[in-house]
């Protein structure tokens, strides 16, 4: 399993952006992954996910602003981000929504995303 997230920037609050995370070893259409982010000094939450029937689910945090997609095509796994703020910098990371699935992949280095007011 290989998971590489990219796309993250620096951008104004009140922005957009839309973060990338290419897949390979896991099937998307049948696994359920998921958007993760670390923002300083806080441990790693869950902000998102999509299943295999591409429902989605979202944290109260960035509900209604965020928007997490896929294509199972181009095996990737996307999150558009609007209306950015400060409390969003971090950096995110794509992983599978499940701890104990058995494609859990290593973290990597994630795509630092960073709001500025």
């Known amino acids: 399993v290989q998971l590489q997230a990219s796309g993250g920037g620096l951008v104004q609050v009140g922005g957009s952006l839309r973060i990338s995370c290419a897949v390979s070893g896991i099937i998307l259409s049948v696994n359920e992954m998921a958007w993760y982010r670390q923002c300083p000094g806080k441990e790693r939450e869950l902000v998102a996910s999509?299943?295999?029937?591409?429902?989605?689910t979202y944290s109260d945090s960035v509900k209604g602003r965020f928007t997490i997609s896929r294509d199972v095509a181009k095996s990737s796994v996307y999150l558009q981000m609007n209306n950015l703020k400060p409390e969003d910098t971090g950096v995110y990371y794509c992983?599978?929504?499940?701890?104990?699935?058995?494609?859990?992949?290593?973290w990597g280095q994630g795509t630092l995303v960073t709001v500025s007011s």
């Open positions: 992983n599978t929504e499940a701890a104990s699935s058995r494609y859990r992949g290593p």
């Open positions: 999509i299943a295999g029937d591409e429902s989605t």
